[in-house]
């Protein structure tokens, strides 16, 4: 799964965003094997891996820093809206 532009993401509907999140933890849980109904809590505690909301938002909080960092003034003022 593909997570460029992520930051992007929240203008899709909540639907599709909850389809990747399904599919996120789906791929987590046949990659290292956890049961179908194992929690998904304890599953990403064990691991230490971030949940899918956590990755989305801390590509929002890149995003936003790296716009504001822009030197174009154009670029710099997108990330205030």
């Keep these: 799964m593909c997570f460029y532009d992520m930051s992007l993401w ?4 909540l639907g ?3 389809k990747l999140a399904a ?3 789906k791929c987590i849980k046949i990659f290292f ?3 179908k109904h194992y929690s998904v809590t304890m599953m990403l505690l064990e691991l230490g891996l971030p ?3 956590t990755i989305r938002h801390n590509a929002g909080c890149r995003l936003k ?3 504001s960092c822009s030197v174009n003034n154009l670029v ?4 205030c809206v």
């Design 33 to 35: 094997g956890y049961a």
């Design 10 to 13: 929240k203008y899709y509907k």
């Design 16 to 18: 599709s965003v909850n």
């Design 65 to 67: 820093t790296s716009l």
């Design 76 to 79: 710099r003022n997108a990330a």
């Design 23 to 25: 599919a996120y933890v």
């Design 51 to 53: 949940s899918f909301n």
